[in-house]
């Protein structure tokens, strides 16, 4: 089935996490990039953002939005050191990258899916859990399949896993990177080693997936073979190349959310919306709205599931079971207890998204954790306490008996 699309864009994530001690230095040497600056939301201009996110998870992740002319005049004012610091007080903080004549443009390649980088965002929580984010879109192709094959090569540009033989032949290449293999020097450039992410267990490897595309009228409509659409949404939701064979659907309802024209795919790595220009909000003002308030709502999702196997990390490395159960405490308060949004559609993604996630599950398993092992902690507390209370008895009889000692033989 040759499908053809209007319009695509993919993003991909790379998360990284910085140590808790180098997080303000960390923010200080990205304001010393000459191509790195804050990204200041605007209240005006990011409308859509502003009426999305409730109060209290808008004022930690878009604190920027009510800066308004004077807080950024005075921003502007700080040195580079103090503006370090007050960066690392806040919850959240963007930052943009300008990637423009980095290095030097460079085809070498006749055949190949050709791509341009049109934007790179840093975003950093202050317990030092970062993101950067690059959006991606195809150079001169209407093809539904380059869109597959991009997508499924370019999220595993950092692996060492390597594709089967008969994936090889398919070439993707930017006017931005001479070569793609220099890719992974630029997530060092940004990111540094980033061995803390793989130690609690987060795939530093293959890129975080989140990718619209709409197809033109002519390749989804009131005629077209659904059963066959679906099998290509499959492979767009699974990042399959387009030689892959779907044989069947066997797609759960907890993975997919559809309405007419408009297919939500979620899995663990992944999240995909392939939409049909059959209707007109599809390309005026989805494809925009999927790539801000909702890529920033499950930007804060990924959050929440990396601090979570931080934190697992940290307890299963540690005997300061008092101090981490006060972390996640303080979690559980400050981020878990909190709704993201009343909007109905991102209140129904955010679902999905976590069912994917399963970052439900991961707070249950590590929620029992924290509570077996913090109850084994205080029944020691109380056995060595119990055990004190025991050895001043015996003192206080042993003082006892040798004080009527002394009475009787003085008697």
Not at 4 to 12: H, I, L, N, S, W
Not at 133 to 161: A, P, Q
Not at 171 to 186: A, G, P, S, V
Not at 217 to 234: G, P, V
Request: proline letters at 1%; charged letters at 30%; a neutral charge.
């Amino acid at each position: 089935m040759e499908l053809k699309t209007k319009y695509q864009y993919t993003y991909f994530i790379y998360p990284y996490i910085i140590e808790k001690k180098d997080y303000t230095n960390y923010l200080y040497s990205l304001l010393k990039n000459e191509k790195c600056k804050l990204k200041i939301f605007d209240i005006k201009k990011d409308i859509e953002i502003d009426s999305y996110f409730l109060p209290d998870i808008k004022n930690k992740l878009f604190w920027t939005l009510n800066l308004g002319q004077k807080g950024l005049k005075s921003y502007e004012k700080m040195d580079t050191k103090m503006k370090a610091n007050i960066l690392s007080s806040k919850y959240c903080t963007f930052f943009e990258y300008n990637l423009k004549e980095d290095i030097p443009a460079k085809i070498g390649e006749e055949n190949g899916i050709f791509f341009d980088i049109s934007k790179v965002e840093i975003v950093c929580f202050s317990t030092g859990i970062c993101f950067l984010l690059m959006k991606t879109v195809l150079n001169s192709t209407e093809s539904f399949s380059d869109v597959l094959n991009f997508n499924y090569k370019f999220r595993d540009i950092n692996s060492k896993r390597g594709h089967q033989k008969e994936y090889d032949n398919i070439k993707i290449q930017t006017q931005k990177l001479n070569n793609m293999q220099n890719f992974e020097e630029f997530l060092k450039q940004i990111a540094g080693p980033n061995l803390l992410t793989k130690q609690v267990n987060v795939d530093t490897e293959r890129l975080i997936t989140y990718s619209y595309v709409c197809l033109e009228q002519n390749s989804w409509n009131e005629s077209t073979d659904l059963i066959a659409l679906e099998k290509e949404f499959e492979k767009y939701r699974y990042i399959l190349p387009a030689v892959e064979q779907i044989d069947d659907i066997t797609s759960e309802e907890k993975s997919i959310y559809k309405e007419k024209y408009l297919y939500y795919g979620f899995s663990s790595n992944n999240t995909v919306l392939m939409t049909s220009e059959s209707n007109i909000k599809n390309y005026t003002s989805l494809l925009f709205k999927y790539e801000n308030e909702w890529l920033y709502h499950f930007l804060y999702d990924l959050y929440q599931k990396i601090y979570l196997k931080k934190l697992n990390f940290k307890i299963s490395n540690t005997k300061k079971i008092l101090k981490e159960h006060e972390e996640f405490l303080n979690f559980v308060k400050t981020n878990w207890a909190y709704e993201v949004t009343n909007d109905e559609k991102g209140v129904i993604l955010e679902k999905y998204n976590k069912k994917a996630q399963n970052i439900d599950d991961i707070f249950k398993e590590l929620k029992d954790k924290y509570d077996l092992l913090y109850e084994q902690y205080e029944v020691k507390k109380v056995k060595k306490h119990n055990k004190y209370i025991i050895a001043i008895i015996v003192i206080l009889l042993i003082l006892n008996i040798i004080n009527m000692c002394i009475i009787f033989k003085n008697l």
